[in-house]
């Protein structure tokens, strides 16, 4: 009689998988975070999912400390930045409608050359405070570098070397923001959410694609045609569904 055969162990996220039911699940709690459109808030117990010392698990290690912050706006706000900086470095920055002031704070990490980085929203939320003293306890630079500020958006003075940037400001607020952008002849880049279907210009393009596309097409027209470069880029689609991201830059500066 021959032996029973063994079926191989199997491999769980590079660990071997002995069949164990406590090994079973102490594998599954510890697995890696898969979903970045999860909207639940990170909270210090995630911080195990990012042991790495790369850049982006001590960013999210310290977000994860701030327990204020949804998953999906760690990984927005990180690939928005870092394509952001590809393009353009080395001004003021202002975050308009911020927020948790998170992209304020990842822009002011990876560029250096920024002297300065303003959070701007009409209702600062008591999280921004958390999350700035979280990542200024691991980049302490950073308390001096990024100012909060609680004003509307029309209130707050732009100048043509800043760098406007925004993630997800609703509806008719994204071209509020490239209204301010262009009138100052400031570099802009935006990453739409849900729009208006009533108000926003889809500039007679909604028989050809889809009304969303058809209004962030009509913006990056409108730059173009204010005199600016433009950059069509996305992040990425697991992240979230509204992953256009627009850049531009003022041809004459």
């Not at 470095?89 to 990490?109: N, S, T």
């Not at 509204?242 to 531009?248: E, P, T, V």
């Amino acid at each position: 009689m021959r032996p029973r055969a063994v079926s191989p162990d199997r491999e769980i996220d590079g660990r071997r998988d002995t069949g164990n039911r406590a090994s079973q699940e102490r594998l599954r709690h510890d697995a890696p975070v898969r979903d970045r459109s999860s909207r639940k808030k990170l909270r210090p117990t995630a911080e195990r999912h990012y042991p790495g010392d790369g850049l982006f698990d001590r960013l999210a290690r310290a977000v994860c400390a701030a327990d204020a912050v949804p998953r999906k706006e760690l990984y927005e706000s990180w690939e928005v930045a870092r394509r952001v900086r590809r393009r353009l470095r080395g001004r003021r920055i202002v975050d308009l409608a911020c927020g948790h002031g998170l992209l304020a704070q990842i822009a002011a990490i990876l560029d250096r050359d920024a002297e300065e980085v303003v959070a701007l929203d009409p209702n600062l939320p008591p999280s921004a405070e958390r999350v700035a003293a979280a990542l200024a306890e691991r980049w302490p630079f950073l308390a001096q570098r990024v100012r909060r500020v609680a004003s509307k958006l029309e209130h707050f003075e732009l100048a043509s070397d800043d760098l406007v940037i925004s993630a997800h400001a609703c509806g008719g607020l994204t071209d509020r923001i490239l209204d301010r952008a262009i009138a100052a002849r400031a570099a802009v880049a935006v990453l739409p959410c849900c729009s208006d279907h009533s108000h926003s210009d889809v500039g007679n393009l909604d028989g050809w694609m889809d009304a969303d596309l058809a209004i962030d097409a009509v913006r990056a027209i409108r730059l173009r045609a204010a005199g600016y470069r433009i950059w069509t880029q996305t992040i990425p689609a697991a992240i979230t569904p509204k992953n256009r991201l627009l850049i531009g830059k003022p041809l004459d500066t």
